[in-house]
């Protein structure tokens, strides 16, 4: 059953702020700050551009797989942040979540103009940069977004239908019944879709498996666009294979994480009482 005192739901909504902060502030800083710059520099040197470490850097930054861990680690937190307080209650963990992203595509921006000692004109940063970095930004908090409507509507119908059990029980025996809604906490199955944190971390890896699928086959596209050629379908195949096994991998990290936060709840309440 859904059990949330005030006390304890907006102690659990700021230990989620400050894990989002933490972990998103980190994240996407030694991406944007540090990695990236040094990739930048190394791709476009002729000495190091075809060391073991740049290809390593090329990953974590050009191909995502630092966004990915930070998506993973950081989506749990707003899902359980809404889960215990509601939107309106735990609406501080994704406007902090929104305004890093934010603040991340400016980073970027601006780092990678001091790396390469130039800043575009005016008109030509309205032309060519702004609408590059808006439609990335736009597709980035719009796949956040989708997560936050998801864990909002599917608790907001756990609820009514919690309630509606309870009423039942109660014209049934007159006294409080038993209440045979599927517990959300502790998470006992894989996967399931009665439990609305989890049918919203499935959501989560989902949409990020889109997304890696999406960015590999612009590219491709991009590749025959320019050169009249792509990599090939094996390439490709390899590509959405590893796509597929990563969104797998996500998912699992979020369903356990989420387990984690409620027990450490629980266990803050227990230690209180």
Known sequence: MFVSTPDSSARAIRAMFRYTLLVVALGFGICSLVLSPVYQIAESNVLYREEWWCYVLYYLTQEGLIDLAVFTLAYPATIYAIWVGGLKGARSVPILYASLTVAKFAANFMVTCITFGSVPSFSVFLEEDLPIIGSSLLLELAQFGLVVLFITLTRRAYRRREMHLT??????????????????????????????????????????????????????????????????????ALDLLSDAVLSVCIYFVMILLLGQFDRRRALRETTDQ
């Open 167 to 236: 009423a039942e029980a109660l014209l049934r025996q007159g006294a409080d019944g038993p209440v045979n809604n599927t517990p959300v906490f502790p998470i006992t199955r894989l996967v399931s879709f009665r439990n609305p944190v989890q049918c919203a971390a499935l959501l989560s890896s989902v949409l990020l498996l889109v997304g890696r699928v999406l960015m590999h086959l612009i590219y491709q596209m991009t590749l025959i666009v320019y050169n009249g050629s792509w990599d090939g379908p094996t390439v490709l």
